[in-house]
């Protein structure tokens, strides 16, 4: 190791040759490996070291989360004297060996006997004290300016945090206000006519969905049943609902014909429609005097009917398409008997493509099992039946698509 003389040390270098002689050769000298603790922060003693050889650190707050290192020292420095010229002799910081070391140990003893020989010296030693603290000062300057700039940072997120769940909670709440304003729209009771009971129940896979169902009356004994499903979710499909639905209620009454009011519902939506959405629709006119069921089907699953002894009734299907995309659309239409006893049952697709863990579907079978068990018991409660087995089959998968289910029961009599 090349060890430093005392006199290129800035220090001593104004001393006699004499007196640097004398203090090199009655100093004690010690050697440090790398990864040493000299001095420890709060620490109480009366002696400094003048590093001669190698490099040490300097550490505040040694071994707590708050730890800092303050600077590195290389030969020539002086390490601890600041302890010899407080009231309790305390070190201000820690100091740890980077390299091994070659040290000479002063007491405070030996220092003061120093500086009553050279007195000079004192210059010295306050000058290199005034440089040590402004260095300090400007490490603690930076370190606040870094600090306060991570508040700065961490309070802006805060911030913007902040406003996300402000914006977050107030799309909530106008999604809130969305679905009841949705469920507004749908019919606040069902209709009333001998020989016949009613059930429906609509329930979105969001806060808004685009399936709706409605029931207007068509003249005496006669009932328009409606029950739509439109493309995508959320409040552009619950907007696009509440426009188709607004015209199919309005077309309905103009004319006896379903296919007329669909072909008069597309071309208004070909004409207001921008976002390419669609929707698919199954309307009805039941003559509640004799159960016949006049209707046309827009790319809807097909109505579902059991006769009175519950067995499943073939309803006929052609093509059709959904209106709101094309001009002069295939539109399927039937006609088909509720008999006495029968069932009728009106869904969109939410109900038979729900699927389980597997990726089946809960499909037309489980459907009918479903209808066919239940078909003694309320129309609401079928409805409601074919609700629960829907959300049973899923085994807790979250619901995908909307579900709507309208039940007509016609009586015996």
Same mark, same amino acid.
């Given at each position: 190791m090349q060890i430093q003389s005392l006199a290129s040390i800035p220090l001593f270098s104004s001393l006699p040759a004499d007196e640097i002689d004398d203090l090199e050769m009655t100093l004690p000298s010690l050697e440090f490996a790398a990864g040493n603790i000299l001095l420890q922060e709060g620490d109480s003693d009366n002696k400094f070291f003048i590093l001669l050889e190698g490099q040490v650190e300097i550490v505040k707050s040694l071994g707590s989360d708050d730890e800092r290192i303050l600077g590195v020292r290389e030969a020539g420095n002086l390490l601890g004297e600041m302890s010899l010229f407080s009231m309790n002799g305390c070190h201000t910081a820690s100091v740890r060996s980077l390299t091994p070391l070659w040290l000479l140990k002063v007491t405070r003893t030996e220092m003061d006997a120093l500086l009553l020989r050279h007195p000079q010296l004192s210059y010295e030693i306050i000058r290199l004290f005034s440089n040590r603290l402004e260095e300090s000062?400007?490490?603690t300057i930076l370190? *606040?300016?870094?600090?306060? *700039?991570?508040?700065?940072?961490?309070?802006?997120? *805060?911030?913007?945090a902040q406003e996300q769940i402000i914006e977050k909670e107030r799309l909530e709440k106008e999604l809130e206000i969305s679905g009841q304003i949705q469920q507004s729209i749908l019919p606040e009771s069902l209709p009333s006519y001998p020989g016949y009971k009613f059930g429906a129940l609509m329930i979105p896979a969001r806060s808004v969905g685009g399936d709706f169902y409605t029931f207007f009356k068509m003249g005496k004994n006669r009932l328009g049943i409606v029950v739509g499903d439109v493309s995508d979710k959320g409040v552009p499909a619950a907007l696009f609902m509440a426009l188709t639905y607004s015209l199919i209620r309005a077309e309905a009454i103009r004319t006896d014909s379903p296919v007329q009011a669909f072909r008069k519902?597309?071309?208004?939506?070909?004409?207001m429609n921008s976002s390419n959405m669609f929707v698919t629709l199954v309307y009805g006119? *039941?003559?509640?005097?004799?159960?016949?069921?006049h209707f046309a089907r827009a790319a809807h699953p097909s109505p579902f009917l059991l006769d009175g002894d519950g067995r499943v009734m073939e309803v006929p299907v052609a093509p059709g398409q959904p209106l709101g995309l094309f001009n002069d659309l295939p539109i399927d239409e039937q006609r088909i008997q509720v008999p006495p006893g029968g069932t009728l049952l009106l869904y969109s697709d939410g109900v038979n493509e729900t699927v389980d863990y597997r990726g089946v579907e809960f499909g037309i079978n489980s459907l009918a099992r479903t209808l066919t068990t239940s078909r003694t018991r309320p129309a609401q409660e079928i409805c409601e039946q074919l609700w629960q087995d829907v959300q049973a089959y899923g085994e807790g998968i979250p619901q995908q698509d909307d579900f709507t289910a309208v039940v007509v029961k016609r009586s015996m009599s």
């Open positions: 000062e400007n490490i370190d *606040l300016k870094e600090k306060n *700039l991570r508040l700065q940072l961490a309070y802006e997120e *805060l911030q913007a519902v597309n071309h208004h939506l070909m004409q006119i *039941l003559d509640c005097s004799n159960g016949d069921f």
